[in-house]
């Protein structure tokens, strides 16, 4: 998309799956990015295939759950690229198992990733747009966040969070040129997929198949594109929207 040409665009859980198909993506229109996650070796591999197609890119080891981290990560894009115009608050974790066998530890570790994260994120990637004039910010969630699904109650519980906070924020930063959307992907085929299912031939790999009209889960690079579209200006009149990416599912 031509109107991504040039913009600087930092992108969290960027080192596998949607994060890191998005970030090529982005790559591929020309963007400049600033891609953060914890692990430091994929994260410097993920900078040399975005160098390979022409983008400038850096990593920043960053961890969501921690404000210093978050607010170094928006730092270092601004010092970097001189602004920020695209945020895409990606990063999470999972959890699955029966609400009575839940610990408080398995709690904060979820929401302070899927919920905290995004707050955290957004705590100061909004200064940052706002000096640049405005821009687009694109929340992860999951269908998740919209339905509710047996023994994975953590996991959707900081989805609808996310949901809300999408919905609130946009209203709070509509009249100044800033855009919060969110995503939500049915089952892509990442790796936190695979850690949840144990690989697409398992029963439960086959059973989230079916949940989807077209039959399918869907790829990351399917993902990336929706997340492309509305960080881009054919999108200008999208905002406090979830999008879903899920083959259908919330359509049943």
Known sequence: MKSLSGKVVLITGATSGIGKATALAFGKAGSRLIVAGRREAEGAHLVTELKALGAE??????????????????????????????????????????????????????????????????????????????????????VAGQIGMANVNLYVASKHAVEGITRSTALEYAAQGIRVNAIAPGAIVTDMVQRFTGGPETETGKYLAS??????????????????????????????????????????
Do not use: C
């Open 57 to 142: 890119a850096r990593f920043v080891r960053t961890d969501v759950s921690q404000e210093a981290e978050v607010r170094t990560l928006v730092e270092t894009t601004v010092t970097t690229f001189g602004r920020l115009d695209v945020a895409f608050n990606n990063a999470g974790v999972e959890a699955a198992g029966p609400i009575t066998e839940f610990t408080v530890e398995e709690y904060r570790r979820v929401f302070d990733v899927n919920v905290l994260g995004v707050l955290l994120a957004l705590k100061y990637e909004i200064p940052a747009l706002l000096q640049s004039g405005g821009g687009s910010i694109i929340n992860t969630s999951s």
């Open 211 to 252: 949940m989807h009209p077209l039959g399918r889960m869907g790829r990351p690079e399917e993902v990336a594109q929706t997340v492309l579209f509305l960080a881009s200006d054919e999108a200008s009149f999208v905002t406090g929207h979830t999008l879903a990416v899920d083959g259908g599912w919330l359509a049943k």
